[in-house]
Structure formats: C-alpha cells, structure tokens
C-alpha cells in the first residue's frame, strides 16, 4: 500500500467555510473529478465530499512526489490563492495509514457523531461516481472493496449504533425543542438522506412536516412515506408559510435563503422560526438571518455538539477500534501476500535452477553411469527437495512484509552478494506493495 495517498480536510481542523472551499458542485463532480485525475496523472481517484469533509483517496506513480500531488489538489480544486495554504489545510495520510484512515472513515469512528451511518453511502455513492467517471481504478477498487466490508462490520459489532448516531438526529433534537416551546411546521427542505433521517425522527413525534425540493415528485414521495405536505423550492422562496422550524440540507452551489426570504420569516410572530443549515456551501444566509433576528444553527454547532456526545462513548469507541486494528491486520497480509507472488515464484525457481544445474555437473561425471530411470528418479527428488528448502524462506519473507511491509524484504535480499538472488533483488525494488496489478488480480 506503499503508494495509496488520501488527502483530506475536515471538521476536525477546519471550518465549513474552509471545507466548502474545496467541496465540487455536485452537478459538476463527474466531469471535474476525471479532469483532476487528466491533470495530475495519477493511476486511481477518488472524490469524497460531504458536510463534513472533502477527502481524495489516490494511487501515486514512482514518479510523483506527494507535497506537489497536495499542491495540485489545492490548486485544480481553486481552494484559495495561496498554495502554501495547501501544507496548513490538507493532511495526509499514506500506505498502511491510509487504509487506516478510510477503515475508521467508513465504520463512522472519524465523523464529528461516534458511528455516523450516512458516511458509508457516501462513501459507496463516491466510489460509484468514481468508477463510472473510469478514474477508480483496481487498485483503489479492490481496497474500497475491503474498507466497505470493515466499516459494515464494525458498525454491527461494536455497539456504535446505539444512542444518537447520526448528525440529523442531533438537528432533530434542536428542532424538537423548538417545538416543545409551540408546536408548527417544520419545513425540509432539499431531498437526501439527512433530511430523510430528520423526516422519520420528526414524523415518529407526529410533527406538521412540509418537505420542499425544486422537483415535486421527489418531495412527493417523501410526503407520501412519512405524510405531510409538499412545497416546490420556488413556492417556499415566493410565498413562505408561518413556519416553527427549517431544516434545509441540499447540494446548491450557493445560498438558497437571502434577505428577501429571511426578511418575511423574521415577520413572523415569536417565537420565530429555527433554521438548522445542514448543507456545504450553506443554504441559508447567516449574515441576513443574524439581521432579522433568526436563530441559524449551522455544520460548525452541530459537530461540536456530535463531538461532545461522541466523547461520552468510550466503551463502544474501544471495541470499534480493536475491529479495525484486527482489519488491518488482515489487510497487511492479504496485501503482503498479493506483493510476494511473483518474488515467492520467482523463488522456488532459483531454488530449482540452482538444484538441477548442481546436478548436471555431477550427472556429467560421478553419475554418469545412471540409468534414464534413474536419473529421473534424482532429478524429481532434487526438484522435491529444492521445493521444500524454498518454503522456508518463502514462509518467512511472507511474515516479514505481513508485519513490516516491503522494505525489509528487499533489505534482506540486497544483503546477500550471490548471483542466485540477483533476480530476487530485482523482483523486490519493483515491488511497490500497491494492491492488485492493473488487471485487477
């Protein structure tokens, strides 16, 4: 995993203001991400962006150096004008680190809410658009296939979904308590999983929910499943009913809510309406809704309130991490395993090559005498023997590079100055320890 790279900026160091920076317009993401990977050259890409960070998972050729891969991320993406900014804002995570990093990712143990389930379809959403875009690749393909697999594993197992688990739950429960001071409708405004999740928890409470999107017939499907009314995004914009809460989680590339709408919501009678922003870039406002008197409650309060509530769960968090350590293990073996077929191959034949030449000299002199059958008989038990004097090593390299990767195993054949190992040694610089070959084996 040598040359696997995830290049990454999220709620834990930086602002939603920062994040959206480097977040792609959803309707631009299939194009854009294929011209990212066009412009750095790089075998395998792929584009994660949610409210909660933008993560690019890379494969990186012998011939890149991974601060300029940064640079360029920085600079393709037009994040700012600075590109030192890029050392600040883009951390890095590289070889075993980064499947480290997508296993706690996908099993919601680095999300802002300890065991957030929204992630992983994000995540398989990401790796989709990748794929169809032609610029995953096997290599990020086959190791995804495992990060999906650990993420699934550890969310059933460890006890992560119990308690409030997803960062909708947590706007739910400041819309909740905005309708426990007087109860009215709360609008959801744009159709996705987050505000599907706020739409079960708000509908279990029998709230009034109006659901909005720009098309009807994906808010009508919502409306029909949880009940409730449906509004067109331009209706909401021209004619806003008396509302007691808003939660509004879309893809737009700028703010939905500016001053005219917010004007007519600060209007209204007290208590004014809650507005929850779950989208990056923001849907609503802050500026304006600060004006008139609206309480906005944006992706910076919420994850902190996650943070806060995630720290209370150590038990959960503990038996989660021992499931992605134990993955990891794994990982470094099946990786390990992929890397030294060619070099273990290549072993058994030196071994071989080494047994039958030793043996043609001493069939050329001290055994000349042998008969045909004979002389098969000791070149099978030569072949037999080299084999199992083979295994040895082959055993052994094996458990080197599962506990250490490669690079101790190409010491350990550079050392020897026998022309037998010559072809070993070279086998061993070649390997990169990535993980399938171009033809996904």
């Avoid at 792609?24 to 909660?52: F, M, V, W």
């Avoid at 991320?73 to 990093?101: C, T």
């Avoid at 060619?342 to 000349?368: D, M, S």
Wanted: aromatic share 4%.
């Amino acid at each position: 995993m040598e040359n696997v790279y995830v290049f990454g900026i999220s709620w834990r160091h930086a602002s939603s203001e920062r994040i959206e920076a480097y977040t792609i317009p959803s309707a631009e993401q299939p194009h854009r991400i294929k011209a990212l990977q066009q412009a750095l050259d790089l075998p395998g890409l792929c584009y994660l962006a949610t409210c909660n960070r933008v993560e690019l998972s890379c494969v990186l050729g012998p011939e890149h150096r991974v601060d300029e891969i940064r640079e360029g991320i920085y600079r393709e993406l037009n994040a700012g004008s600075d590109p030192s900014a890029a050392r600040q804002e883009l951390r890095i995570w590289g070889g075993e680190g980064a499947a480290e990093h997508l296993f706690l990712l996908a099993a919601g143990l680095d999300s802002a809410q300890l065991g957030e389930q929204e992630i992983a379809g994000q995540l398989r959403r990401a790796i989709d658009q990748a794929r169809e875009a032609g610029c995953l690749g096997p290599q990020l393909m086959w190791l995804f296939e495992q990060v999906l697999k650990v993420g699934k594993r550890v969310q059933t197992e460890s006890g992560l979904r119990r308690g409030r688990i997803s960062l909708a739950e947590i706007a739910v429960d400041a819309a909740r308590e905005a309708l426990a001071v007087q109860t009215g409708p709360v609008a959801l405004v744009g159709v996705s999983k987050m505000t599907e999740r706020c739409a079960e928890s708000l509908a279990a409470q029998s709230a009034e929910l109006i659901f909005v999107n720009r098309t009807l017939n994906s808010a009508a499907i919502l409306a029909e499943r949880f009940g409730g009314s449906v509004l067109s995004l331009d209706e909401l914009l021209q004619n806003p009913p008396t509302l007691r809460a808003m939660i509004s989680a879309t893809s737009a590339p700028q703010a939905l809510f500016g001053e005219s709408f917010l004007t007519t919501l600060g209007q209204q009678d007290e208590p004014k309406p809650l507005l929850i922003d779950l989208a990056i870039p923001p849907d609503i406002d802050s500026a304006a809704a600060k004006q008139h008197g609206l309480e906005r409650i944006d992706m910076d309060q919420i994850n902190a309130l996650a943070a806060a509530n995630s720290a209370k769960r150590h038990a959960e968090q503990a038996s989660a991490r021992q499931l992605v350590d134990e993955a990891l293990e794994r990982l470094r073996s099946k990786v390990a395993g992929r890397s030294l077929s060619p070099l273990i191959g290549e072993l058994y034949n030196v071994y071989q090559e080494t047994a039958f030449r030793a043996l043609e000299r001493e069939l050329g002199k001290r055994l000349i005498d042998l008969s045909p059958e004979q002389k098969a008989a000791v070149l099978t038990f030569a072949e037999q023997l080299a084999g199992r004097l083979a295994h040895i090593p082959a055993v052994g390299l094996r458990a080197l590079a599962a506990q250490s990767g490669i690079e101790p195993v190409r010491t350990f054949l550079s050392a020897s100055n026998d022309p037998m190992t010559r072809r070993l040694v070279e086998l061993a610089r070649d390997s990169s320890c990535l993980l399938p070959d171009e033809s996904g084996q």
